[in-house]
């Protein structure tokens, strides 16, 4: 970025105005006439330059698909003017300017403004009236093209980006400004976290970019809902409502006002050139009801100097006055990410500080819901109340561990990899140290908020799961010893039963007209009657009980005699019966059957011995 920055810098005023006329003076529209398809306008910037593998180098095809479908979707919903332009109310703010050559030169007398050649001062912009602008010649070719200065150092402004103003930047950016608004809209929509800087080696052009998701913290009756959609139909940003950080537990459900956790992102780019001719844009999100609008921005002065009245720089949220510019590329974006980056800064600590609260109070509310009685219905109700809550207050601090995690280490990457371009080896003090100090201070101080967060979720995951194991642990025992009360009390009902069914049965048998004749109802056949009817309930109750094991026995009894059968089928009956098996065993191993029929046994053997002699000898032959 060096040579691509510094490329212009000594030779601006013989050689810039030829840049003019050609890098910057590009658009992809003809800017004749504002197209009126502009959903094609904005599928066909998505996915310009895309290679057959699909892919242009940062995006792919499918993160292309995602943010042109969406694009389209609002189009075809709103129409290119949003609700916001039919109103009148302005989304943008535009600084055109450039700096005289006797200024760079420190020549020229005491009455030369600081501020350069402005361009004129519009105030809030519609997306078409930015659209309007931004297609506007920005260098004269010629002295009678145009009465405006050249618009060298462009800033604009733009506030919850939609298809207008997507369709007004899109229609006029110049094509080596056109990867770079690419990124800028695809990381915006997608919330993504990012800061480098991107020196295309097909271009002498560069690109600083700064991309931070935040959260802003809320008290309100009723979230605001962002009116921008993705394509499943969800809010683009998410509102996330935290009653059990607006009161204690006890208030927790008559509390009129809760506090809402809003999605945020703010990118900005800063791509040009050379020191000289570059533009500066940034995003940002005031759906939730923010303080950054357009016309908070337009209404604000900005120091006086030397009796000159100021204005608001509205990417640095009015921290610099925008009639006392910063020219180089790299100075204002640093500048810029400085204020940022101490703004998100404020707001994690507003979140800190309210979770780290409610983690303090829930210690106390813990100790004393964990002391009440069990059998007390209202503790009950307490105790998973705070469960509740704990695990709600888990899932943020997960959510936000993460996110927060994210802007640290893309910082950490940034000092490894990139920030060599913002350094210096020169004698003179860099005037961008002081920028890179503050940052990384409020970039370390975001890494301590992070390690605060985790000691808060871990002392929610383990301290008070294991006030809750204890607590359960009680509740358990009570349940054991009430349980085995109520099983007690059923065998008791069961023996009663037992004993009072059977004599109720015989009643409705005997008290039956015309079911028992009138000489058996007597005495002793009603006690027959109440045994009988005992005896099956018992067996009956002992088979249901027992099931599994009667049901091995049958089966067992069944393959039994299946075997027996099989084997008397199959074996031969010229040989032996299945008669003859009795015999034969019982005169092998029963003694008792031989003492009472010794003559059949020896005459059966007798019999058989010529049969099997006569066998062998064919067997022989």
Known sequence: MEEAVSSGQGSRGEGCQGDRGGKDQDPIDDGSARSSNGSGNMRLFMTAFLGEDGEDGDLHRD????????????????????????HGNGVALLDDRNIPDNILTNKGGSDISPSGECRSYLGPLTAELLGTELKRKRFKLNAVDDEEPDAERRIIFITDLNASTIEALVTTTSHSQAQALKNLIYK?????????????????????????????????????????????????????????????????????????????????????????????IGCFETYFGSEESVDRYDQMKGRRNNGRPGRADPLAAGQINAHEPIWTPREYFLKVLQVRVSQVLRGWNLIGSKVEEEVKRSRTIADTLFQLLSNDPKARQQVLDFIRWNHQMISLLRQLIADLLDTVEVWNHFKQKEIGYFLSDSDPPNPLDSSLGAIEKSFQELERLHKKLQNLRKELSEENLQRLDAHLSLENNDSTILQQGI????????????????????????????????????????????????????????????????????????????????????????????TDDIPKTLNRGSPFWRSRRPALVEQLDIESAPGEQLQNGLEQG
């Open 63 to 86: 993160q292309v698909e995602e943010v042109a479908s969406m694009c389209e979707q609002w189009t075809h919903e709103k129409g290119v003017v949003t609700l916001a332009d039919e």
């Open 188 to 280: 915006h929509l997608t919330r993504k976290t990012s800061l480098g800087v991107t020196i295309p080696t097909f271009f002498p052009t560069f690109t600083l970019d700064f991309h931070m998701p935040y959260y802003v913290l809320k008290m309100a009756e009723a979230p605001i809902e962002d009116a921008r959609k993705k394509v499943d139909g969800k809010p683009l940003r998410q509102a996330y409502k935290l009653p059990f950080l607006s009161s204690s537990m006890s208030e927790m459900k008559s509390t009129q006002e809760c506090c809402y956790l809003y999605e945020a992102q703010m990118s900005i780019i800063v791509t040009g050139i050379d020191h000289w001719v570059w533009t500066a």
């Open 487 to 578: 099983a007690k009390n059923n065998q008791i009902l069961t023996i009663v039963m037992l004993v009072f069914l059977p004599v109720g049965l015989a009643s409705n048998i005997f008290s039956a007209p015309g079911l028992m004749p009138s000489t058996r109802v007597n005495l002793p056949n009603f006690v027959a009657a109440i045994i009988i009817l005992a005896m099956l309930m018992g067996t009956t109750a002992g088979v249901l009980f027992n099931w599994r094991s009667c049901l091995e026995y049958t089966i067992a009894g069944l393959t039994y005699v299946r075997n027996v059968i099989i084997s008397c089928v199959e074996r031969p009956a010229r040989h032996e019966t299945c």
